[in-house]
């Protein structure tokens, strides 16, 4: 069976063919045939079996089936369908496979999501759009400040239902499900019914059509999983630096954002190039080493749980549980990244002998038969995961630390008898160790008094306005040659301090 088997507009079925993309998945297949004909359908299938693809035909082929009102006009914040997703990344990527396929029809997408300036998501809604891909706290941020209004949404989908449960997101789904019409299309997806998820599909969806391809939280067959048993630290951190060194893409866990940010830093210092993606990231940079791990600038991705959903990237080879994950499911996600689009990959776990009892029960709720391999680095083991090694990138220089520019010489203290920087002033001599002007300043004499009491010296002082660092070992302050000034340990005043009439008091 192919794409073109279904009842789907020529356009789609070539722009799919053009990207390589003939023979639909099994959720594809089950689901197609209800969706196209608009029917509420319940999808439930495993990470990475498909499930993008199995909303998006049956929601670009029926907008375009049914033109909006005005005579096909968009109207301005007033979108015919909405997507909810958990995270701005799964959004990205939701985005990236919808957007080809509307164009294609004429249709007009958008993504809502925040940690960015609202700026261009409010413009975009402005001039009109078709399709909303949207996290939920933004999406209902702009819908408080009526930027947009979804009482014309037609088709509305929830994926990955069961992780915005885990993220404390379904109060906001509701409050924005609520704001659709009821008699609208709606589709949800997601790999499991718990955590509230079974409330939604009760509340919004009417007479749905389930359809599953795997067991809620089945394991990929394509996947080889491995254990690998280290000693200790140490011997960990050279095994986890070999299994990162290979040619083709790999993702590595950790638990958390400091350990994630840490790792991709030694390895990119050890002629491993890796980027790091974590919440405490940007989203600029997010993007950033997010497009440089996609398009294979960069082999390795080191990341925190934030990945493991909606992080959707072909032709990854191997998944490193560098950390293993607190449970069983965030160990099914993670493993998920890889074995995508009907290839296969390989599943580590890098365990320590203290790690033995957690990892053990891990495996069995995951339904993971793998035994524990215990290795050293450079075992064959581990080189055969490693495969072909990569060559050695000799990391780019560190950045020069922009110097501080040297503060400028103040000018000289004024002349007149009286004022504060004259010679009859408080200013007209130095009484520390300052830098001065003259036969002391010149030879390296420790600064002392001119003349004795204040306002007989005849020559203007010039004072220096860096900072001292510390006191000299001859118990006198920056400036001069260090000994302490004769006549007293007066502390001396920068012209800044003067001219700002600032009193500095004797210490």
């Known amino acids: 069976m192919t794409f073109a088997s279904f009842d789907l507009p020529a356009p789609l079925v070539r722009q799919l063919a053009d990207a390589g993309i003939t023979t639909p998945f099994p959720i594809?297949?089950?689901?197609?045939?209800?969706?196209?004909?608009?029917?509420?359908?319940?999808?439930?299938?495993?990470?990475?079996?498909?499930?993008?693809?199995?909303?998006?035909?049956?929601?670009?082929?029926?907008?375009?089936?049914?033109?909006?009102?005005?005579?096909?006009?968009?109207?301005?914040?007033?979108?015919?369908?909405?997507?909810?997703?958990p995270t701005r990344e799964l959004a990205n990527q939701i985005n990236a496979t919808v957007e080809p396929m509307a164009k294609a029809m004429g249709q007009v997408t958008t993504v809502i999501f925040g940690g960015v300036s609202q700026g261009k998501q409010v413009s975009a809604l402005n001039a009109g759009v078709d399709i909303v891909i949207a996290c939920p706290g933004r999406l209902e941020d702009l819908l408080g400040q009526r930027c947009l209004s979804l009482d014309g949404i037609e088709i509305t989908i929830l994926d990955e239902a069961d992780h915005m449960a885990d993220l404390g997101f379904l109060p906001g789904v509701k409050r924005i499900m609520d704001r659709t019409p009821e008699r609208g299309q709606r589709m949800l997806f997601s790999a499991t019914l718990d955590n509230g998820v079974d409330q939604l599909v009760k509340r919004y969806l009417h007479n749905p059509l389930s359809h599953s391809v795997d067991s809620?939280?089945?394991?990929?067959?394509?996947?080889?999983?491995?254990?690998?048993?280290?000693?200790?630290?140490?011997?960990?951190?050279?095994?986890v630096n070999q299994l990162a060194s290979g040619t083709g893409r790999r993702v590595l866990f950790m638990r958390t954002k400091h350990q994630a940010k840490k790792l991709a830093k030694t390895l990119t210092a050890e002629g491993i190039p890796a980027v790091d993606l974590h919440g405490n990231l940007s989203q600029p940079a997010r993007e950033r080493n997010l497009e440089a791990f996609s398009t294979g600038a960069v082999k390795v991705l080191v990341a925190t749980d934030i990945a493991a959903r909606g992080i959707h990237v072909d032709e990854v080879e191997l998944v490193v549980h560098v950390d293993p994950p607190a449970e069983h499911?965030?160990?099914?996600?993670?493993?998920?990244?890889?074995?995508?689009?009907?290839?296969?990959?390989?599943?580590?776990t890098v365990?320590?002998?203290?790690?033995?009892?957690?990892?053990?029960?891990?495996?069995?709720?995951?339904?993971?038969?793998?035994?524990?391999?215990?290795?050293?680095?450079?075992?064959?083991?581990?080189?055969?995961?490693?495969?072909?090694?990569?060559?050695?990138?000799?990391?780019?220089?560190?950045?020069?630390?922009?110097?501080?520019?040297?503060?400028?010489?103040?000018?000289?203290?004024?002349?007149?008898?009286?004022?504060?920087?004259?010679?009859?002033?408080?200013?007209g001599a130095s009484r520390g160790g300052g830098q001065r002007s003259g036969a002391a300043a010149s030879t390296g004499e420790p600064g002392?008094?001119?003349?004795?009491?204040?306002?007989?010296?005849?020559?203007?002082?010039?004072?220096?306005?860096?900072?001292?660092?510390?006191?000299?070992?001859?118990?006198?302050?920056?400036?001069?040659?260090?000994?302490?000034?004769?006549?007293?340990?007066?502390?001396?005043h920068s012209a800044a301090d003067m001219s700002r009439g600032t009193r500095v008091g004797r210490r």
Not at 41 to 56: E, M, Q
Not at 417 to 425: E, I, L, M
Request: charged residues 20%.
């Open 28 to 85: 594809q297949t089950a689901t197609l045939p209800d969706t196209l004909q608009g029917r509420d359908v319940l999808g439930r299938g495993r990470t990475g079996s498909g499930k993008t693809l199995a909303f998006a035909l049956p929601m670009v082929t029926r907008l375009a089936a049914q033109p909006s009102h005005d005579s096909g006009r968009r109207k301005a914040g007033r979108p015919r369908a909405l997507i909810l997703a």
């Open 351 to 427: 365990m320590l002998p203290e790690q033995r009892g957690d990892v053990r029960t891990l495996t069995r709720l995951a339904k993971i038969n793998a035994r524990p391999v215990p290795v050293k680095p450079g075992d064959a083991t581990v080189m055969a995961l490693v495969g072909e090694v990569a060559a050695y990138v000799k990391p780019a220089p560190p950045a020069p630390v922009q110097q501080q520019r040297a503060p400028k010489k103040p000018k000289a203290a004024g002349a007149a008898s009286g004022g504060r920087g004259g010679a009859g002033g408080r200013g």
């Open 216 to 239: 809620a939280e089945s394991p990929v067959a394509a996947m080889t999983h491995h254990i690998l048993e280290v000693s200790g630290a140490d011997a960990k951190k050279d095994v």
């Open 448 to 492: 002392r008094r001119s003349g004795g009491r204040r306002g007989q010296s005849a020559a203007p002082t010039t004072y220096s306005t860096s900072t001292p660092s510390a006191r000299s070992t001859g118990g006198g302050r920056s400036g001069g040659s260090g000994a302490a000034p004769s006549g007293g340990a007066r502390r001396s």
């Open 329 to 348: 499911k965030a160990y099914l996600h993670r493993s998920g990244r890889t074995a995508r689009a009907g290839s296969g990959g390989d599943v580590v």
